[in-house]
Nanobody, 112 residues
Framework: QVQLVESGGGLVQPGGSLKLSCTASQTIFNMGWYRQAPGKERELVARFSRDGTDYADSVKGRFTITRDTAANTIYLEMNSLKPEDTAVYYC??????????WGKGTLVTVSS
């Protein structure tokens, strides 16, 4: 069983920045970030793919996903945050045998 531990959420003013991190308890095939806003479905934010990285259109140019493979850790640098970025952000991982795992989520609130 893979454990995913997220950190870095919190309250930030519009235009501000936050950096999320997620560490997997063991080596994993792929990782990424999703989010779920109140009353909405969970959506992809950013994840690694065969061709590089995939981003939601709404975050392109503002968010950057990076990874430390040796530490089984990914990061999400979020800049120019908007109120509509308010959501619970979930770390996602996929094992080498196509099993998906989810973190418990970390709340990001963008408000003045």
């Amino acid at each position: 069983q893979v454990q995913l531990v997220e950190s870095g959420g919190g309250l930030v003013q519009p235009g501000g920045s936050l950096k999320l991190s997620c560490t997997a308890s063991q080596t994993i095939f792929n990782m990424g970030w999703y989010r779920q806003a109140p009353g909405k479905e969970r959506e992809l934010v950013a994840r690694f793919s065969r061709d590089g990285t995939d981003y939601a259109d709404s975050v392109k140019g503002r968010f950057t996903i990076t990874r430390d493979t040796a530490a089984n850790t990914i990061y999400l640098e979020m800049n120019s945050l908007k109120p509509e970025d308010t959501a619970v952000y979930y770390c996602w991982a996929m094992s080498f045998v196509d099993i998906e795992y989810w973190g418990k989520g970390t709340l990001v609130t963008v408000s003045s």
